[in-house]
Antibody, heavy 124, light 112 residues
Framework: QVQLQQSGPGLVEPSRTLSLTCAIS??????????WNWIRQSPSRGLEWLGRTYYRSEWYNDYAVSVESRITINPDTSKNQVSLQMTSVTPEDTAIYYCTRHRYGNTWYGMDVWGQGTTVTVSS | DIVMTQSPDSLAVSLGERATINCKSSQSVLYGSNNKNYLAWYQQKPGQPPKLILYWASTRESGVPDRFSGSGSGTDFTLTISSLQAEDVAVYFC?????????FGQGTKVEI
């Protein structure tokens, strides 16, 4: 079955860059029937969708306006993984970060696979 | 952005009784070209990621017990657990994927 294994540091200093990776097994990052998303969850913001990348003959990205200037989501076809980079982090970026798969088959389904979550704390 | 508002924030239900959670979107999430509501429901237990239980407002994900059902269209949706089991204690979220940014409800905590 499809599994998403997240990795990355749990502690990031303010103003630095947060970098997380999501290794995909049982599926391909280039599968044109899915999208790969990053979502975060915190007590103050709840579940917040950050952005996605997906392949439809070429690569596409969509980002939430609230973080658009600070984030990049990149597929890595050689490692079959997706990465999230967020620059200039502040304590408000403290959250549990999830990567997810969103299925598409002529229409969108739900987010059927979630990574285990990475707790990221922004603090000096 | 489409705002998703759930009610109630929490509810306590006896074992075997019905639990009903509502979700209202600030705009319609009905996709006209295929008549599908781009609305999903997730269950989250402590220390775990959310788990997909329903999509298209009423279609159960594979392996989800049939005591979970969804209804509604356009802007008003309901998740019903027909006969609450102990393992259903969790927080439930609705999620719209009709437009970017995708958004989630604030969650409803279901307790015994």
């Amino acid at each position: 079955q499809v599994q998403l294994q997240q990795s990355g540091p749990g502690l990031v200093e303010p103003s630095r860059t947060l970098s997380l990776t999501c290794a995909i097994s049982g599926d391909s990052v280039s599968n044109d029937g899915v999208a790969w998303n990053w979502i975060r969850q915190s007590p103050s913001r709840g579940l917040e969708w950050l952005g996605r990348t997906y392949y439809r003959s070429e690569w596409y990205n969509d980002y939430a306006v609230s973080v658009e200037s600070r984030i990049t989501i990149n597929p890595d076809t050689s490692k079959n993984q997706v990465s999230l980079q967020m620059t200039s982090v502040t304590p408000e970026d403290t959250a549990i970060y999830y990567c997810t798969r969103h299925r598409y088959g002529n229409t969108w389904y739900g987010m059927d696979v979630w990574g285990q979550g990475t707790t990221v704390t922004v603090s000096s | 952005d489409i705002v998703m508002t759930q009610s109630p924030d929490s509810l306590a239900v006896s074992l075997g009784e019905r639990a009903t959670i509502n979700c209202k979107s600030s705009q319609s999430v009905l996709y006209g070209s295929n008549n599908k509501n781009y609305l999903a429901w997730y269950q989250q237990k402590p220390g775990q990621p959310p788990k997909l239980i329903l999509y298209w407002a009423s279609t159960r994900e594979s392996g989800v017990p049939d005591r979970f059902s969804g209804s509604g269209s356009g802007t008003d949706f309901t998740l019903t657990i027909s006969s609450l089991q102990a393992e259903d204690v969790a927080v439930y979220f609705c999620h719209q994927y009709y437009s970017i940014p995708q958004t989630f409800g604030q969650g409803t905590k279901v307790e015994i």
